[in-house]
Structures are given as structure tokens and as C-alpha cells.
């Protein structure tokens, strides 16, 4: 059973970079049929998806973040990570990581983290 | 970005009674539109990908239909555990985008 699992700071303070750690387990990142996602959640609103990664290092950031955004990947820990650099209150959500699932063409998101909260406040 | 747009916005059903959803997107997805189901303090939960095909383990209640620009998920016969909000999502294209959810409450 692949389970997906966040790590990292709940509180980060205006203007600074968070940073989450996903830790994958039963699964592998380095596995060519997949990609890793970032997705987030604001209080009470919709969902955003962030970007992804792929085990070959090759990434997609939605443009709405892209300038602020890196994912990485380190497969010697089976873990992806996000850094979101210049944070404000409008990033404050709940942050989750996802398995980018790929079925004859279909891509769809079968795995996720239990999802963390980061509060950007000073 | 190709947008999605979901109604209702929020609906109220009892148990038993069949329910539907439509997700509309901005321009034609093919097929490549996904349903996810979430509960309150939880990580969203994929039902149906391609349009039309249901994940593992998700009960035959629920089924989607759909191409283009117009898609509808069912559930035949909601059940208690049914109550949650529902989410379109298009992997047509990146960005990847999300419909703004449908909360289906207990009538």
C-alpha cells in the first residue's frame, strides 16, 4: 500500500520560503510511471495544484506560482520536497502531496498525503 | 488555463436519492476528467478518471459521463457516507485545474 506522508514547518513567517518534505513509502519515486505532485488547499476554498515532479528531475509548476516554486526529488530517501520562496498570507493553506497516476493516457491522482497546515503570520 | 466550473454549488439530498453533479470546462478535455470525493479534515479520494472509469474499490453507486466540455458524476443512490464535497479536475493540460466543488449536505 503506497502512502504519501508531509513533513515540515506549520508556521512560516511573510516573506520567507517554506519548505515540505514528502516521504513516500510502498512505492518508489524513482519509478518511471509516475509523477509527484504538490497540490494546497487555502481554509475553507478550492483546490490548487502546484506542480510535479518527475524521477528524471523534469518539472511542471503551474504559472500562478512558478516564479516562487521549486520541486526536487532525492531518491536515496524516496522523498520530494517544495520550496516556496516570498510567501504571504495568501499562501497560508493546507498543503498536500499526491501520486500522479497514469492509465492508458488518463492521468489522475490515486495517492495522497494526509495534508499538513502552513499559517504564513509573523 | 482551461477553466472548470461546477453546479450546483452545493446541494441538499437525502438518503436514497439519486444525485448528480455536471462539471463544465472551458474548452474541449476530451476525456481526461477526474472526480474526486472529500470529507470534511481529509485529503481528496479519486472516484472516477477518464470520465468514466471507476477507481478500485469505489462502490458502482457512482458513475461519470461525459466528453468534450460536459461531464456528470451520479450517485445512484446516496448513502450516508456519501455526504462530502465533490470536486471535477481536467488532465487535459497543465496547469492542472480543479472544479470549485459541489458539498452535497444531508437534506
Known amino acids: 500500500q503506497v502512502q504519501l506522508q508531509e513533513s515540515g514547518p506549520g508556521l512560516v513567517k511573510p516573506s520567507e520560503t517554506l519548505s515540505l518534505t514528502c516521504t513516500v513509502s510502498?512505492?518508489?519515486?524513482?519509478?518511471?510511471?509516475?509523477?509527484w505532485s504538490w497540490i494546497r488547499q487555502p481554509p475553507g476554498k478550492g483546490l490548487e495544484w502546484i506542480g510535479y515532479?518527475?524521477?528524471?528531475?523534469?518539472?511542471n509548476y503551474n504559472p500562478s506560482v512558478k516564479s516562487r516554486v521549486t520541486i526536487s526529488v532525492d531518491m536515496s530517501k524516496n522523498q520530494f520536497s517544495l520550496k516556496l520562496s516570498s510567501v504571504t498570507a495568501a499562501d497560508t493553506a493546507v498543503y498536500y502531496c499526491?501520486?500522479?497516476?497514469?492509465?492508458?493516457?488518463?492521468?489522475?491522482?490515486?495517492?495522497w498525503g494526509q495534508g499538513t497546515l502552513v499559517t504564513v503570520s509573523s | 488555463d482551461i477553466q472548470m466550473t461546477q453546479s450546483p454549488s452545493s446541494l441538499s439530498a437525502s438518503v436514497g436519492d439519486r444525485v448528480t453533479i455536471t462539471c463544465r470546462a472551458s474548452q474541449s478535455i476530451g476525456t481526461y476528467l477526474n472526480w474526486s470525493q472529500q470529507k470534511a479534515g481529509k485529503a481528496p479520494k479519486v472516484l472516477i478518471y477518464?470520465?468514466?472509469t471507476l477507481q478500485s474499490g469505489v462502490p458502482s453507486r457512482f458513475s461519470g459521463s461525459g466528453s468534450g466540455t460536459d461531464f456528470t458524476l451520479t450517485i445512484s443512490s446516496l448513502q450516508p457516507e456519501d455526504f462530502a464535497t465533490y470536486y471535477c479536475?481536467?488532465?487535459?493540460?497543465?496547469?492542472?485545474?480543479f472544479g470549485q466543488g459541489t458539498k452535497v449536505e444531508i437534506k
Open positions: 479536475q481536467q488532465s487535459y493540460s497543465t496547469p492542472r485545474t
Open positions: 499526491a501520486r500522479d497516476n497514469i492509465v492508458l493516457g488518463n492521468y489522475y491522482f490515486d495517492y
Open positions: 477518464g470520465a468514466s
Open positions: 515532479i518527475y524521477y528524471r528531475g523534469s518539472t
Open positions: 510502498g512505492g518508489s519515486v524513482s519509478s518511471g510511471s509516475y509523477y
